[in-house]
């Protein structure tokens, strides 16, 4: 398929020896040492000039170490570094992925429109996929004995896995009566079985989903769920009613004995990492029915349309970059924590692990030269109110500055009852409040008259007292929205895939190859064979001169428990 010509292997970017650069540098050198309370202290109305609206979410950036000067001078390195070139090269089809050559569409999966080659061909699978679900929906499409399907399992991994699972897990009030939905990724054979213990193979359908279906842990995964299928007594033709494959690689899904009517399609211009909007998403269709797909969908292009169009000062996934490119360049932050007050959202910080992690884990630029800034954070985090009885106490005393993103929806799905309303109001309550603790914090005088109040005595109140201070001054993001729909979680994830892209341009990285996963995948196919040759058999040890002793040390370990299983 020929491709506009990208620029983007052209543009420039950004170099700390650059004015832009160095005046952020300064600029931020002296932002440092002001309070986030003294700036709201400074301007009481900074909600309204620190907020914004896109695509049904709002997102509150006013806790953050910024000031217009600053953010002045991040849209200046943001200028510098033709960010709005590069917005329309991702749109235009360019390709942006510099290192494979080819474009990131993600964006044309979610169009409307039908206008190039690309969304052509993604309607069409739309279309397929919506013959599909509602085949299996409305029991057209059955089981070998004519039995309903009341079980998928979807076998993939990373961007495979990753993106459907948290999209099902945050729609479950939307989940189709009737039919489950459960994703296997890990190559330990207990995921697979542990998962089939109890489903009947009559009514269980496989999708195995793999953009270029080589990647080990699914393709043995799917060899081992064919053997549990064919194990149950079904016979061999059976196997089309109850295995379909989402792939680039038609011929080897064929070659693996799907029947290729049952192959949906994916392209090479769809990373894995931003393909839950393709076929990727048979199982979320599935499971929440092709008009919430659809929905999703539908979210995730109003947010592109506000990318794609919002100047860079109203523009929420280009701040949402910038503000990132600034704490872990300019502040010495390492990580981001990402807390969704909602139980549904608990697989969104494992999601944009792989999304942000993957894509802005670099070290060299998109001409190759080494990078001399700090590229991707460490992204972690979990379901707030949970994490708050475990690692908060790390946020609100611990020695890094680790900048926070929360998450939360204004509207529950379980309005039922008084008490389900109320237990809504506590999440929100504890979400904007620890915002609110992270920002302030507690003074020693706070902490002294506290303890004095409690009637402690003075020199119990001086021993106790330090361990109370809380130095606040934690800068976070809160990301709302009216309620968790198909529709606002389309904009959130979009709202991220696109904070990325930001941030790759503005570090000159390509965002779309994983080359660093390509040697630990070609040493386990090594280490595999040496642990086959072993064969649990006789006792040999490893040929010395192919394995460093460490490694030799660990088959031989392997090698002693095989031969004698407990
Ligand atoms: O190993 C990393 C990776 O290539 C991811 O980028 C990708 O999402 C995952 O493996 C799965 O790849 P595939 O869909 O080709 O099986």
Known sequence: MSQPQSSVSKLSFSRPDSPQWQALARHIEDLRTSSLAGLFQQDDQRFEHFSIEAAGLTLDYSKNFLTEETLKLLLALAEKCQLSQAIADMFDGCAINTSEQRPALHVALRSPQQNTVQEQAVHACLNKMQGFVEAVLEGNWTGHEGKAITDVVNIGIGGSDLGPAMVYQALTPYH???????????????????????????????????KSFSTLETSMNAILARQWFLDSGAPPNAL???????????????????????????WDWVGGRYSLWSAIGLPIA?????????????GAHIMDEHFRTAPARANMPVLMGLLTIGYLNFFGAETQVVLPYAQNLHLFPAFLQQLDMESLGKSVHRDGSAVDTTTGGIIWGSAGTNGQHSFHQLLHQGTHLIPADFIVAAQTHYEQSAESLAQHRQLLANCFSQSQALMLGKTLTEATTELQAQG???????????????AGNRPSNTLLMQKLTPRALGSLIAAYEHKVYVQSVILGIDAFDQWGVELGKTLSTTLHQALERQDCKEEQNVDSSAFDSSTRGLINYYQKFCRNPA
């Open 456 to 470: 402690l005595d003075p020199a119990a109140v001086a021993t106790l007292a330090p361990h109370k201070v809380i």
């Open 286 to 298: 599935l499971g929440v029915g092709m008009e919430n797909f659809r929905a999703l969908l539908a």
């Open 240 to 266: 089309s009613h109850h295995f379909v494959a989402v792939s680039a690689n038609v011929d080897k899904a064929a070659a693996f004995g799907i029947d290729p009517a049952n192959i949906f399609p994916l």
């Open 176 to 210: 189709v009566p009737g039919l489950n939905c459960h994703f296997v990724s890990n190559v330990d054979p207990a995921h697979l079985l542990q998962t089939l213990t109890g489903l009947n193979p009559e009514t269980t359908l496989f999708i195995v989903a793999s």
